[in-house]
């Protein structure tokens, strides 16, 4: 297959991984042993339909307290990792890029052993390589970082995710960027950042790489 791209980076949790109830839940009990209310299922409907990081007050988490929770998210989301699945069409996705010499990778800010298990545990095709950041806020710096890391020239590049977030983070740094509308927010509202491309299924995503 010819494509400009080279290599393909994947956000991971609500990219690659079904994980949003239990990441979710996970925080709902973090904030609620700080006195919090749980978070609601009215609240996750509210948070996809929300752009940027007030998505998060939607749920009830201040975010003053997004970075100092997000670890302790990691690891009690670790605890459930065999419950969390590849959304359909993921595997056959992460194999045909394999297959035609696609170098994958993901860039996450959860944990390296979350994605690793998760991969192991769904018997999918291994990344090439998985980077932890976990700058909450500033995704972008955390993009530029991995490109440095790697030696990797942008324009090569192609990267996926489903939050406004990782629309507006690629964007600051001239990184192409794919929104896939599976995950955490909702189809109209990643349109609304203007990604590269607005992506409704892996095999649409696959066109989409390959094109």
Do not use: C
């Amino acid at each position: 297959m010819s494509s400009k791209f080279t290599h393909i980076v994947f956000d991971y949790d609500g990219t690659l991984a079904d994980s949003l109830q239990i990441t979710a839940s996970a925080i709902s009990n973090i904030i609620e042993q700080r006195g919090y209310p749980a978070i609601t299922q009215e609240a996750l409907q509210k948070f996809r339909l929300t752009p940027g990081m007030e998505g998060y007050a939607q749920l009830g988490v201040p975010l003053e307290l997004l970075s100092e929770i997000s670890r302790q998210v990691a690891e009690d989301v670790s605890l459930r990792i065999s419950e969390i699945k590849p959304f359909p069409g993921i595997a056959e996705l992460l194999k045909n890029l394999k297959e035609n010499g696609f170098v994958t990778g993901i860039l996450t800010s959860s944990n390296e052993e979350n994605p690793r298990n998760f991969i192991q545990n769904n018997k999918l095709t291994p990344v090439d390589f998985i980077r932890v950041d976990e700058t909450v806020f500033h995704k972008d710096i955390a993009m530029q970082a991995m490109l440095d890391e790697f030696g990797l020239d942008k324009e090569n590049v192609l990267y996926v995710g489903d939050e406004v977030r990782d629309i507006e983070a690629a964007k600051r740094i001239n990184l192409p960027v794919a929104a896939v509308t599976w995950g955490y927010h909702d189809g109209s509202i990643l349109a609304q950042s203007s990604p590269d491309a607005v992506i409704q299924t892996p095999p649409e995503l696959l066109d989409f790489i390959t094109a």
